[in-house]
């Protein structure tokens, strides 16, 4: 109700504020009506439009410097490196091409404002002109697009290549759910039909499978560092997508079928919080969490950095908070918890 007030006053005041400029404007004897710009106006607006450029250079430069910070740390997948190569020239020539064109446009609108007794230069037809100015940025494109194909096909090449764990990601409204292949590494079969919340069997595996007996099924995602992951993902009711920021990687879980990604961790969890810029970002946020706490909100107990697997498509009003953290940890780390985590089987005859 606050928020609605002060809005319908800050609009109030907006049109009492317009109204009291029309009346100045009436009240000047010197006022013209005239409908027509004329050398006078065409300035202005010329000098405006140098404001706006400046304006426009002076946002972003300020977005840089005051935003950066938020920015993902380096990646800590093996195609991340490439992946934010090809994002960052990408960038660099959006930037460079925008910030010439925006200042020619504001210039020539300027040079040859409107003015009276003056014709602007101009060419009815120039080939050469409109040669260069097509081949420039097919080059440019075909270039991108080619190398973009080449780093998407790379990227995206599943295969059963150097030994990858198998680990299947199932989404939910507003929750993940991982499952391992156990020590077959081989994901037993599954079907939505199938899930009995009674028996434990919450992902609807095929309990006459044998490969599904030995399946681990986990609410955190542990990944052993330097091996490659084979993701499969699967939804049981609306269109999710499994984003993992930190290794540039993003996938659509798409109801009734079994979609793939695979990358390889070169990071640990605990590699990564060493990162300068994840320890300014802890500090920072860990600054914000102290004040709340002396204010005794919610929500203020210190942070920890983690690498996190987050929904990152709208599927609903918790979407929000549809997230999975994800621990990467040397091989014998991963081993050891592993040791720990009991199998389907073994769930099953819990239940009985």
Same mark, same amino acid.
């Given at each position: 109700?606050?928020?609605a007030?002060?809005?319908?006053?800050? %609009? #109030? %005041?907006?049109?009492?504020?317009?109204?009291?400029?029309?009346i &100045?404007?009436?009240?000047?004897?010197?006022? *013209?009506?005239?409908?027509?710009?004329?050398?006078? /106006?065409n300035?202005?607006?010329?000098?405006?439009?140098?404001?706006f450029l400046?304006f $426009?250079?002076?946002i972003?430069?300020? +977005?840089?410097?005051?935003?950066?910070k &938020?920015?993902?740390?380096?990646?800590?997948?093996?195609h991340?490196?490439?992946?934010? =190569?090809?994002?960052?020239?990408?960038?660099?020539?959006?930037?460079?091409?925008?910030? !010439?064109?925006?200042?020619?446009?504001h210039?020539?609108?300027?040079?040859?404002?409107?003015?009276?007794?003056?014709?602007?230069? =101009?060419?009815?037809?120039?080939?050469?002109?409109?040669f260069?100015?097509?081949?420039?940025?097919?080059? @440019?494109?075909?270039?991108? !697009?080619?190398?973009?194909?080449y780093?998407w096909?790379?990227?995206? /090449?599943?295969?059963?290549?150097? /030994?990858?764990? !198998?680990v299947?990601?199932?989404?939910?409204?507003f929750?993940?759910?991982?499952?391992?292949?156990?020590?077959?590494?081989?994901?037993?079969?599954?079907?939505?039909r199938?899930?009995?919340?009674?028996?434990?069997?919450? #992902?609807?595996?095929?309990?006459?499978? +044998?490969y599904?007996?030995?399946?681990?099924?986990?609410?955190?995602?542990?990944?052993?560092?330097?091996?490659?992951?084979n993701?499969?993902?699967?939804?049981?009711?609306?269109?999710?997508?499994?984003?993992?920021?930190?290794?540039?990687? *993003?996938?659509?879980? @798409?109801?009734?079928?079994?979609?793939?990604?695979?990358?390889?961790?070169?990071?640990?969890?605990?590699?990564?919080?060493?990162?300068?810029?994840?320890?300014?970002?802890?500090?920072?946020?860990?600054?914000?969490?102290?004040?709340?706490?002396?204010?005794g909100?919610?929500?203020?107990?210190?942070?920890?950095?983690?690498?996190?697997?987050?929904?990152?498509?709208?599927?609903?009003?918790?979407?929000?908070n549809?997230?999975?953290? $994800?621990? %990467?940890?040397?091989?014998?780390?991963?081993?050891?918890?592993?040791? +720990?985590?009991?199998?389907?089987? *073994?769930?099953?005859?819990?239940? *009985?």
């Amino acid at each position: 109700m606050t928020t609605a007030l002060t809005l319908i006053v800050l %609009v #109030l %005041v907006g049109i009492a504020i317009w109204q009291m400029t029309k009346i &100045f404007e009436l009240s000047q004897l010197k006022t *013209q009506n005239a409908q027509i710009a004329n050398d006078s /106006d065409n300035k202005n607006q010329g000098y405006l439009m140098f404001a706006f450029l400046i304006f $426009i250079y002076g946002i972003t430069i300020f +977005s840089f410097w005051k935003y950066a910070k &938020f920015l993902l740390p380096e990646s800590s997948s093996a195609h991340g490196e490439e992946y934010d =190569f090809l994002m960052l020239v990408s960038f660099v020539i959006i930037f460079i091409v925008q910030t !010439i064109t925006q200042a020619l446009l504001h210039y020539f609108g300027y040079k040859y404002r409107g003015k009276e007794g003056n014709k602007a230069l =101009f060419y009815a037809d120039n080939d050469r002109l409109e040669f260069i100015w097509t081949i420039i940025p097919v080059i @440019v494109l075909a270039g991108l !697009i080619l190398w973009g194909l080449y780093t998407w096909t790379n990227i995206m /090449d599943v295969n059963d290549e150097d /030994d990858p764990l !198998i680990v299947e990601l199932y989404a939910q409204q507003f929750n993940w759910t991982a499952r391992y292949g156990g020590a077959d590494n081989v994901l037993g079969g599954a079907n939505v039909r199938m899930i009995d919340i009674d028996r434990a069997n919450v #992902l609807g595996l095929d309990e006459s499978d +044998s490969y599904a007996s030995d399946d681990v099924i986990v609410k955190e995602l542990h990944l052993p560092v330097g091996r490659k992951v084979n993701f499969k993902m699967r939804s049981q009711d609306v269109l999710h997508s499994a984003y993992m920021p930190h290794f540039r990687a *993003q996938m659509n879980c @798409v109801p009734g079928m079994t979609t793939e990604f695979s990358f390889t961790p070169i990071k640990t969890t605990a590699e990564i919080r060493q990162d300068p810029d994840v320890i300014a970002k802890v500090e920072r946020t860990n600054k914000i969490r102290a004040e709340r706490a002396a204010n005794g909100e919610d929500n203020s107990d210190p942070w920890e950095y983690d690498y996190v697997l987050i929904c990152n498509k709208i599927c609903g009003t918790s979407h929000y908070n549809m997230q999975m953290k $994800i621990i %990467v940890e040397t091989q014998e780390e991963y081993e050891e918890w592993m040791k +720990s985590q009991q199998t389907f089987s *073994q769930s099953i005859a819990s239940m *009985q």
